[in-house]
């Protein structure tokens, strides 16, 4: 248990390093009109190489830090996937591609504004249904001067702002999502309806 602890807190260090990564070299890709694709698969380039240089994605090397993958692991885009009647589609997905027993350390969903409450639901579902251990999502946000990142934990959400001058990971706030009354510690965000973002 507190292994696997251990292993998501790695594992969303090396997630950060490729974010870091993808501000650093591929910053004007968010000011791009329809910009998913191309931040979804920079992102998930960037991730490769960090768990590579980090991990040994492959099992080529001995050094591994807390989070032991189990096989050959592939960070793939647009991976669709079902559950009995549920289907998932995070926009990356790092995993061992078995279809009989699957492992997926991680999911990524991205969006270029702000999750509604049913996509921070569905979340949860990823990581519980989906059978994902960390589960994360980022919002673009090209008129903010952070990125937001999402991060499912058992009954509660948990909110970072990566701030983009400074190349650096803060935790803004945590959620309890079970259904408890709110306290002043928890995240409330005044989102208001989507607008479309013209750069």
């Not at 960390?134 to 999402?150: D, E, G, T």
């Not at 408890?180 to 510690?185: F, K, L, P, S």
Request: glycine fraction near 4%; aromatic fraction near 10%; include cysteine.
């Amino acid at each position: 248990m507190e292994n696997e602890r251990y292993g998501k807190i790695r594992l969303f260090e090396i997630f950060v390093d490729a974010l870091r990564n993808l501000v650093q070299e591929d910053n004007e890709l968010f000011s791009w009109p329809r910009n998913k694709a191309a931040v979804v698969h920079r992102l998930a380039d960037h991730l490769h190489a960090a768990l590579r240089r980090d991990l040994s994605l492959h099992g080529d090397d001995s050094s591994r830090t807390y989070l032991d993958l189990p096989g050959r692991q592939y960070v793939d885009v647009g991976v669709q996937f079902s559950i009995g009647t549920k289907t998932f589609s995070p926009d990356i997905l790092l995993h061992d591609r078995s279809k009989d027993r699957p492992v997926r350390p991680l999911a990524i969903v991205c969006r270029d504004s702000y999750l509604s409450e049913n996509e921070q639901t569905s979340l949860h579902e990823l990581q519980e249904t989906g059978d994902c251990e960390l589960v994360l999502a980022l919002s673009f946000l090209p008129q903010k001067n952070y990125l937001l990142i999402y991060r499912a934990d058992d009954y509660r959400m948990e909110y970072y702002h990566f701030l983009r001058d400074e190349l650096n990971c803060v935790i803004l706030k945590r959620r309890e999502l079970d259904g408890q009354q709110d306290d002043e510690q928890q995240l409330k965000l005044g989102i208001s309806p989507r607008r479309k973002y013209r750069g």
